[in-house]
């Protein structure tokens, strides 16, 4: 017990340690970590280390993938889904086939269909390895991709995996596989939205903000659990669950919960993803020491791990130019509809007193005269398409941004723990699962430890300082004006009770103006950054008052 509490607390120093130390030396805390687990797995005196492949699927990466979909804009996610979509689904099963091809040849005795499932284990990019590249300053949308594409692909791959198995077996269809990966999807969705739903229901009416957060901690379990029961994807609920949290909970919830649930939701952040990858690297001799058992030798592993990586990287490679190409040509389609959009957007505005005025320009109707709600709607259309032109007008995805995309998929500890599912009478397990946790540590090491240098060679677009400070002095217009519809107290003295008064005002205007913070987020009319910080500081100032008790004096 004293020895297990020990271990315990020596991994929390480490991952402290590594999180302090690698900023200084310019290398991401995960890299130090797993480099540590695999030096500290070879001392002869450390025992193997084993862990059940459940506490990694089930256990540590739920919260993990809910707390980084919370934080990620839902507007940038709706803006790159077409990307995100193609990346998590159509390329893992790309990647899974010819990787399950190339396994095939490689191995002696290795039939395609689990060459396939190897290949669906070593294909998914991994979601906490991603946290890697967001620490290295790219560009919102490459991180927006990657990290989209990291909360989904898991449900892909472990879809084929468990297709793979089947067809090992004798009992594969198409069909099958086609039913199973939609029904997955399907009610993981709708699982994830429900408790994302519920969890704000419930917590808007817990008024302790420790109750509060210490619920959110519940979420992605009772999100994933259920959505395993039901033969669904588990980790696409938890996923859904934190976009429908933090999309909805600056408005349902107080700046007090929501900050109580930043702050422990970092240090929990923290210490899972430190032990993902400590972990990973701790599991290395227990692995070898299972290859070992059988006879088999590291060697020829080790270089059809290295065969493998590469051929990843080659497959994604050849993946993203298309899709580059492909997406820069739908943007040039709907750029060109921005002059006749602009043209729709002033002709509502000049016929708001004069709907019947739409009908006769083609506006929204067809024909009849169209309510409020109808022009609210198609105002609201209008006015997010050319956001969006704007958006990606602003930050275009050239070959530089392309190369990031492809350098920065790495694959991590869900490989590892994924291949440890396979069954136990799978033909050369032993070997399959070091191939796998080679290629994921290779990745990891390489890809992650050469980031920086790919990035400085590279040199892809950066975000613009005065672009940015245009759009800090646009949202701060859009908050005065907010602010100015509050009307002022008639007395401003500071008595009991004007002091009172002149809190609800303050209130007034900070509820006002986040209303108007949370409106322009969702169209999507300005940089998800500079909206996030703005909604911070009007949470502090609330906090401030909250706790003062008296408003400020500006």
């Keep these: ?63 993990l993938l809910y707390s980084a979909s919370v934080s990620m804009p839902s507007m940038n996610f709706r803006r790159e889904f077409a990307a ?41 990019t991994d979601a906490v390895a991603t946290s890697i590249v967001k620490r290295s300053g790219v560009s919102p949308r490459v991180v927006a991709i990657l990290e989209g594409e990291s909360l989904l692909n898991d449900a892909t791959a472990l879809v084929l995996l468990r297709a793979a198995i089947a067809a090992a077996a004798a009992s594969f269809a198409v069909g099958t596989v086609i039913w199973t990966f939609t029904y997955s999807v399907v009610v993981a969705v709708a699982l994830g939205w429900a408790v994302g739903r519920l969890n704000l229901i419930v917590r808007a009416r817990v008024k302790d903000a420790t109750v509060n957060t210490v619920l959110s901690f519940t979420v992605p379990f009772v999100a994933s659990l259920p959505a395993e029961a039901l033969g669904a994807s588990g980790l696409v609920a938890a996923v859904v669950a934190g976009l429908v949290t933090g999309s909805r909970a600056p408005r349902v919830l107080s700046p007090q919960h929501r900050l109580s649930d930043a702050q422990n939701w970092k240090t929990v952040e923290l210490v899972l993803e430190g032990l993902v990858f400590l972990t990973m690297g701790l599991q290395l001799f227990g692995i070898l020491q299972e290859v070992e058992e059988v006879h088999e030798g590291v060697g020829p592993a080790a270089l059809v791990a290295a065969g493998a990586l590469v051929l990843t990287i080659v497959v994604r490679a050849g993946y993203v130019a298309p899709l580059l190409r492909s997406l820069g040509r739908r943007h040039r389609r709907t750029a060109a509809m921005k002059p006749r959009l602009e043209t729709m957007q002033k002709r509502i505005a ?117 672009t940015e400070n245009a759009e800090r002095k646009r949202v701060a217009s859009m908050l005065h004006e907010a602010a100015r519809h509050i009307p002022l107290p008639e007395s401003r003295e500071r008595t009991p009770e004007n002091m009172e008064v002149m809190k609800k005002f303050a209130l007034d205007r900070l509820h006002a103006q986040r209303a108007a913070l949370l409106d322009a987020r969702d169209d999507g009319t300005f940089d998800a950054d500079v909206l996030d910080r703005a909604l911070t500081n009007l949470d502090a100032d609330e906090i401030s008052i909250s706790l003062k008790g008296s408003p400020p004096e500006n």
């Design 84 to 124: 995100i979509g193609g990346l998590s689904v159509l390329l893992v099963v790309v990647s899974s086939v010819v990787l399950g091809l190339f396994f095939s040849w490689a191995i002696p005795g290795l039939d395609l269909a689990w060459g396939i499932a190897l290949g669906a284990i070593v294909s998914p």
């Design 350 to 466: 000049d016929a708001d007193n004069d709907p019947t005025a739409l009908v006769r320009q083609g506006g929204p109707g067809k024909g009849r005269v169209p309510s409020q709600r109808d022009v609210g709607r198609f105002t609201t259309r209008i006015r997010r398409t050319l956001a969006d032109i704007d958006y990606f007008t602003g930050a275009p995805l050239g070959w530089r941004e392309g190369a990031v995309v492809v350098w920065a998929g790495m694959r991590g500890a869900v490989t590892v723990a994924a291949a440890q599912t396979l069954p136990t009478d799978t033909p050369g397990r032993q070997v399959l699962v070091l191939i796998a946790f080679l290629v994921a540590a290779g990745s990891l090491l390489i890809q992650g430890g050469t980031i920086g240098w790919v990035l400085k060679w590279l040199k892809p677009a950066q975000v613009d300082p005065e």
């Design 1 to 63: 017990m004293e020895m297990g509490v020990l271990i315990g607390v020596l991994a929390v120093l480490a991952i402290a340690a590594a999180a302090t130390i690698g900023p200084r030396f310019g290398v991401a805390s995960p890299l130090i970590l797993v480099a540590v687990g695999i030096l500290v797995s070879l001392l002869p005196f450390v025992p193997a280390l084993h862990i059940e492949p459940e506490w990694i699927l089930a256990g540590i990466l739920p919260p």
